[in-house]
Nanobody, 124 residues
Framework: QVQLVESGGGLVQAGGSLRLSCAAS????????MGWYRQAPGKQRELVAS???????NYESSMKGRFTISRDNAKNTVYLRSNSLKPEDTAVYYC??????????????????WGQGTLVTVSS
């Protein structure tokens, strides 16, 4: 069984910064793309950014410049650094990862796994 555990959310004033972390754990053989999504109240979940195991990044166009994604492959951890936060950045931020896992019977399979989400609230 694998899981993603996020941390780093909280309350921040407009213009402030925050760093989110997400660590993958369990019977993991390989971690492919990792990413961050967010869902604001009453809105659909949207991509913030993603990063491949080789370090190639992809950002939703409106997020470029204020959000920076990075990862530590040795720790199976992905980070999201956000600067100049705005009240409209308030949302639950979710981590996502594409993982190659192994079962106790020795069978391997690719899974798309989500974290439980961490709330970021930006006050004006």
């Amino acid at each position: 069984q694998v899981q993603l555990v996020e941390s780093g959310g909280g309350l921040v004033q407009a213009g402030g910064s925050l760093r989110l972390s997400c660590a993958a754990s369990g019977s993991i053989l390989r971690v492919n793309t990792m990413g961050w999504y967010r869902q604001a109240p009453g809105k659909q979940r949207e991509l913030v950014a993603s990063v491949t195991s080789y370090g190639l990044t992809n950002y939703e166009s409106s997020m470029k410049g204020r959000f920076t994604i990075s990862r530590d492959n040795a720790k199976n951890t992905v980070y999201l650094r956000s600067n100049s936060l705005k009240p409209e950045d308030t949302a639950v931020y979710y981590c996502n990862a594409n993982l190659l896992t192994t079962s106790p019977e020795g069978r391997s399979s690719w899974l798309d796994v989500w974290g439980q989400g961490t709330l970021v609230t930006v006050s004006s």
